[in-house]
């Protein structure tokens, strides 16, 4: 790998920053809300707020057991077929949203269409409270069980706001259904303190359409939350990633910098260590840069000085060794898994690569430039340090100077 990759934006990550511009217009009257106004969610959050009403399972068992005892106990108290039959569909009812809701698991759904599922199966429900209350204050004689069913139909009706409260059109239309009957029963009945009871089901409609209004709010606000801290949580790990990458990247040349070398350089000893392989190491100095620098100027210098790291970029294997610049006019190069001949070929291409360059684009100028190169070869054992490799190229690149530049020395 001759050049550190420099993270680019996900496709999510691009389009987080716009925010509710690309989400789906959801009308808030209609499902997921209880302004006027249209609310923007994306898909994700309103997946979020139907699987808040799927995910309670158990409050339908609980709903099956309420039915289960006032319908028997009516039973058993007037002998009326009525309850047999209603406790019947009742239980149909509880099998049919029993089923939707593990379908709804076992399902990649849409969530508005799931939210109609599920408002239908709520407002069925309460239709058949409603209907019992009618039932029970108007066929039936005993207070004491009428007080009994008023107290059960107003703790189940309770728990059902609490379940449905992420979506107000489903709860809203089950409190309806089963209270208003209620109230209605209670207003009609002979006893006088049912009568006065119809006053307290009706401050329980205003009370628990008040709370599906707070729990929408709030869940709303809450999955909200978490969708724009999620955005923010990706932006700040793709920022670290760009931030770690310009950390380990020469700003100049686009190759690793010395702080990625330092850390290649140790993990391929160790590496090699593991696999008793070979591990070759090439130090590239560019020959009379400094004069190159005095002649031409620094700018021109540092053209130079990229165009001869594409060069070596373009020469290595590009998945396996790693091209860096090591400091200055100097260059090294990490080969993994590569004995001696094989590095030293590798130089010598290096070397070339460098000489066949043709410097016309430097002001206009024709310029010639060589680079030295000094290798070295070790097959290291537990312990070893990269310093010691870095001292056998460098001094294997000194040879390469003192023998007149521009070639290749081995150690």
């Known amino acids: ?29 209609g499902w997921f809300g209880f302004r006027r106004r249209s609310l923007s969610f994306s898909a994700a959050v309103r997946q979020r707020l139907v699987e808040t009403v799927y995910s309670q399972p158990g409050m339908l068992l609980a709903g099956a057991i309420c039915t289960a005892g006032v319908a028997g106990a009516e039973w058993y108290k007037t002998g009326d077929k009525f309850w047999l039959a209603w406790l019947f569909a009742a239980l149909l009812l509880f099998v049919g949203r029993w089923l939707d809701t593990r379908a709804f698991e076992r399902a990649n759904p849409d969530p508005t269409r799931w939210a109609r599922r599920f408002a239908v199966g709520a407002w069925v429900n309460g239709a058949w409270w409603g209907s019992a209350a009618v039932a029970v204050l108007t066929r039936g004689d005993d207070p004491v069980a ?3 069913f008023i107290a059960v139909a107003v703790g189940y009706i309770g728990a059902a706001t609490v379940r449905s409260g992420s979506l107000p059109a489903a709860a809203g239309g089950q409190i309806l259904l089963a209270e208003v009957p209620l109230f209605i029963a209670c207003l009609l009945a002979q006893e006088p303190y049912i009568r006065l009871f119809s006053l307290f089901a009706l401050l329980h409609v205003l009370s628990c359409l008040l709370l599906v209004r707070f729990m929408s709010q709030t869940r709303i606000a809450l999955v ?6 999620g955005r923010l949580l990706e932006r700040l790990r793709h920022a670290n990633a760009l931030l770690e990458a310009q950390a380990m990247t020469d700003e100049l040349t686009g190759l690793a910098n010395r702080r990625a070398f330092d850390a290649t350089l140790a993990a391929e000893v160790q590496r090699a260590v593991r696999a008793c392989q070979p591990l070759s190491l090439l130090l590239l100095d560019l020959d009379r840069f400094k004069l190159l620098n005095d002649k031409v100027g620094h700018q021109a210098g540092d053209e130079c000085l990229t165009a001869v790291g594409a060069a070596l970029s373009e020469t290595v294997r590009d998945t396996t060794d790693t091209v860096a610049r090591y400091g200055g006019e100097e260059f090294a190069v990490i080969l993994p898994f590569t004995d ?3 590095a030293q070929v590798v130089a010598e291409r290096l070397r070339a690569s460098v000489a066949a360059l043709r410097w016309e684009f430097v002001r206009g100028r024709s310029l010639t430039l060589t680079v030295s190169v000094g290798g070295a070869t070790v097959v290291p054992e537990r312990g070893f340090e990269p310093a010691h490799l870095i001292a056998m190229a460098d001094k294997a690149l000194y040879a390469a100077k003192e023998h007149g530049r521009n070639r290749v020395s081995w150690l």
């Open 224 to 229: 909200l939350a978490d969708e724009r801290n």
């Open 340 to 342: 001696a001949p094989g």
């Open 1 to 29: 790998m001759s050049r550190p990759a420099v993270p680019q934006p996900s496709a999510a990550e691009g389009t987080a920053t716009s925010g509710d511009a690309t989400s789906a217009k959801v009308g808030s009257r």
């Open 146 to 148: 009428q007080f009994m």
